[in-house]
């Protein structure tokens, strides 16, 4: 959540966010209504208050006369003081409520606008010409099947549409992929964390995934927990109600989960292969940094992004994502979008998201920086969605006959394999 004295004293700030959101700016409007009658109520809560206390001091006092009359008029303070404090919690309940619908406040650099709006910061690697290399390239679930290592046929039989099975290769493949990035991960001073699957729901709405992206999160009613979309959440929650001592930061944990993602309204969208599945596997970078360097912050993450992406050879640009493509905790988002081949286009591979203090206000996560507490900033940044990694490699690194060839920063965790050949089934 943004900082409440932000938007008393800067209100126009909070409506042009939203704007540029495509968000509801009337929101910034009653939110301030609200607040207003939070802080009233709360005076007039405190000043009957304290005449119930002054009064309290007279009634041992008075004559039998006064007593009457100043019990009577204890009486009806009780009344007044019960009434003001049931006003002053409605108002602050409905003034936290309207503050957890307010996205963060978009970083003044992001380009306005919606998905198509991004802005192409640059572009690493060189597309191949499949043509003038005398063959047609084969998309990665023809490529999958002929080495023997994914089964979405399987999958749906199993679990339904858009899941799959990994095998052979493909199995192997992935635990090579999620050992080089945690090896990577580790070498620049991250924590490597194994991390739930399942969270609470203060977990949930803390790290922003109950607002605009709930219709994406899987809930189990009977436990009352939901399935991460992203191990952010865990390790977002993860220094709840904390208060973190400031020599401490930066505090970089690099977590990998299984992710589960209900895709709704992605009906037509990528629906053959594994490109946009309901599980899978990631390793995720996460930050808590001062607020003040979380700019900074921000563009390590990006360049351990893209360290990731030149290692695996993969061509790829960089964007600038659009204010209406932004999560609500997001302040400012990074993609790395890999090309596709077969598609003709770039695809986001990689994402990294500052969320300043939004996160930590939510979550009640502080820094004490010598007689100063105050909320501190809290960044994330995949480092390897395991199945689009998958997409990009295959279709990228095949050859003519199929095969297709290893990154040598894989090599290592394949027993040295420097190709992966078909197999007959």
Partial sequence: MIDLRLLREDPDRVRASQRARGEDVALVDALL????????SGVRFDELRNEQKQLGKLIPKASADEKAELLKKAEQLKADVKSADAERDAADAEAHELLLRLGNL?????????????????????IRDFGAEGFEPKDHLELGQLLGAIDVERGAKVSGSRFYF???????LELALVNAAIAQATEAGFTPMLTPALVRPQSMAGTGFLGQAAQDVYHLDKDDLYLVGTSEVPLAAYHMDEIIDAERLPLRYAGFSPCFRREAGSHGKDTKGIFRVH??????MFSYVAPEDSEAEHQRLLAWEKQWLTSLELPY??????????????????????WIPTQGKYRELTSTSDC??????????????????????????????VPRTIVAILENHQLADGSVRVPEVLRPYLGGREVLEPVSR
């Fill in 106 to 126: 978009v970083h003044p650099d992001v380009p306005v606008g919606g998905e198509e709006d991004f802005v192409t910061l640059e572009t690493h690697g060189t």
């Fill in 33 to 40: 209504s609200a607040d207003e009658r939070r802080r009233s």
């Fill in 166 to 172: 990994l095998t052979g290769v493909g199995a192997l």
């Fill in 279 to 284: 599980q899978f596997d990631k390793v995720e």
């Fill in 317 to 338: 640009r960089v964007i600038d994502v659009a204010t209406g493509d932004l999560g609500a905790s997001a302040a400012r988002k990074f993609d790395c979008e890999a």
């Fill in 356 to 385: 300043t203090e939004f996160q930590s206000r939510r979550l009640s996560i502080r820094v004490r920086d010598g007689k100063q507490v105050k909320p501190l900033a809290t960044l994330n940044g995949t480092l390897c969605a």
